[in-house]
């Protein structure tokens, strides 16, 4: 299996982030933090640095299995205003592979027209940003080549969806067990 990208832009939603990578990474999907700044530490939305994997200037995404977009403002409008990280973005989707992304940052998606006619999800008040796309508030959609979440509570099951998607269910169940994921149904 190729890489899974995760873009961090300043003002990124942290537990967008690093949820969705430790699910990942329990999964031993090869995954790598690109930063989109110019410097390896961004800042979150919190105010946390984050220190990214590489420099987006020093990735050939040919490997790219997975583009993965975590929301947070201003994050995903930074990543939807990098122009470099757009054409990444319309070179994977016209190759047929999926694209992933969490709470505002489907909106970088539906700017460029890719959701046209498909069914997403996202943080509640940028459904206009979606162009063309049902928006179902459901927590978690994949449709097509995408998957997408609601917001900062569906980072965990956008990320079981990924590892299903590349590992099967069984591997995505056993790691939303150890993560006691079912637990907090039965609180």
């Not at 790598?32 to 700044?37: A, E, F, G, R, W």
Request: hydrophobic residues 45%.
């Amino acid at each position: 299996m190729d890489k899974i990208y995760v873009f961090l832009a300043t003002g990124f939603e942290e537990i967008e982030a690093i949820g969705f990578i430790d699910v990942c990474r329990r999964a031993a999907l090869p995954l790598k933090t690109v930063s989109v700044t110019g410097e390896l530490t961004v800042q979150s939305s919190h105010h946390v640095g984050i220190v990214a994997d590489d420099l987006f200037e020093n990735i050939d995404f040919s490997d790219a299995s997975l583009l993965y977009l975590p929301g947070g403002l201003p994050g995903a409008a930074n990543l939807e205003a990098h122009e470099g990280l757009r054409q990444v973005i319309l070179q994977h989707f016209q190759q047929g592979k999926p694209l992933a992304a969490i709470c505002a940052a489907p909106m970088v998606y539906g700017k460029l027209g890719l959701l046209e006619g498909l069914h997403a999800t996202c943080y509640p008040g940028f459904e206009p940003d979606l162009h063309g796309a049902t928006a179902t508030g459901e927590l978690v959609v994949h449709d097509g080549q995408f998957f997408l979440g609601k917001g900062p509570a569906a980072v965990l099951k956008l990320g079981y969806t990924i590892v299903e998607h590349f590992c099967g269910k069984e591997k995505a169940d056993d790691i939303c067990a150890g993560m006691l994921y079912p637990d907090i149904f039965t609180a």
